[in-house]
């Protein structure tokens, strides 16, 4: 069996409080975006797992892949797999990619076995591999809290027809190094009614909080949203921890942007 992981990306992203458990508890929207890796599944003799594409670092033991057929292991008589995961969306890059890859691998192999897990369930599966990962289990637009995995699905009238350029410089920021540099503040605006308004609104008042202190650190990174509204955005900003930046724009107004080579780019349409 094939699935297509997606990416998302974060509109807005507010860290509301730091939790007992170490994480924070966080107000944001994601957003799914049509850049995605491919991940089959097969029924084998013994267990593998192959990994093709975009070079992913660390212990392959440890891939989220591989974490989420272990998990679904300890619970169920599973029989060995193949697996091919071939990744395109870039890591470490604050579009849940190795998150969507592990949402990925349960639904499939709870389709594939017919394990009859519910989608609460999923969830809470998921979240043990990641606070992005219970969102991938859904793969619609939803207002999100708690570490992530309070989800409920919102639409977005403002972006329908619009389209968006996905920038990623290749600089690796840590998440926890970002949580760590903010002091979380109660919000002051309602994210579904910011984007409830038209994306013209948008500018001044939906903001990722992690923003701040990941420009002061790498001004390339600031330096690619200034260039995003300077190509006539309707909205810029920052993904997750980053550190991707995307902008968004009318279909007959796509941005010429001066950018280094070795930058990863993506455009599509929302
Ligand atoms: C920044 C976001 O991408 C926004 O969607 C996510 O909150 C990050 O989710 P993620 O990459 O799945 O992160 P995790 O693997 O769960 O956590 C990595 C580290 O980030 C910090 N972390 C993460 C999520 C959260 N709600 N609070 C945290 O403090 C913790 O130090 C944690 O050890
Ligand atoms: N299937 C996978 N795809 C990508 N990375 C993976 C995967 N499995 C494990 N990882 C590890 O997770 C790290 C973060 O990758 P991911 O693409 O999920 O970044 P991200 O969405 O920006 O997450 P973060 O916000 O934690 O940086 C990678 O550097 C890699 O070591």
């Known amino acids: 069996m094939i699935s297509f992981p997606i990416c998302k990306i974060n509109l807005g992203l507010h860290i509301v409080g730091k939790r007992n458990d170490g994480y924070h508890n966080l107000e944001t929207i994601f957003y799914p975006i049509a850049l995605n890796d491919v991940l089959e599944i097969i029924q084998a ?15 392959p033991a440890k891939n989220l892949c591989v974490r989420a057929y272990d998990l679904l ?9 193949y697996m091919h995961l071939h990744k395109a969306i870039p890591l470490g890059a604050g579009l849940g990619g190795g998150s969507s890859d592990g949402a990925a691998t349960l639904l499939l192999l709870n389709q594939k076995f017919q394990l009859k897990l519910s989608p609460g369930e999923l969830i809470d599966l998921a979240l043990q591999l990641g606070s992005d990962c219970p969102f991938f289990i859904i793969n619609k637009p939803c207002i999100a809290s708690g570490r992530g ?3 409920q699905p919102i639409d977005v009238p403002a972006l329908k027809g619009l389209k968006i350029i ?5 600089i690796h920021v840590n998440t926890g190094w970002a949580f760590s540099q903010i ?5 002051s605006h309602s994210l579904s009614d910011i984007i409830a308004q038209p994306i ?6 939906l903001k990722n909080d992690f923003e701040e202190a990941v420009f002061a650190a790498h001004p390339a990174i600031k330096n690619i949203k200034d260039q995003l509204y300077a190509q006539g955005a309707l909205y810029a900003s920052m993904s997750g921890s980053g550190a991707s930046l995307f902008g968004i724009f009318n279909k007959n107004n796509i941005a010429e942007l001066r950018l280094p080579e070795n930058y990863f780019v993506h455009q599509s349409d929302l």
């Open 45 to 59: 003799d013994t267990f593998s797992f192959k990994a093709t594409g975009i070079p992913v670092d660390g212990d």
């Open 73 to 81: 292991k300890q619970k169920f008589d599973l029989p060995p797999v």
């Open 149 to 151: 995995e309070i989800l």
């Open 166 to 170: 996905i920038v990623n410089p290749g």
């Open 183 to 187: 002091t979380p503040t109660a919000i």
């Open 200 to 205: 013209t609104t948008w500018k001044n008042v």
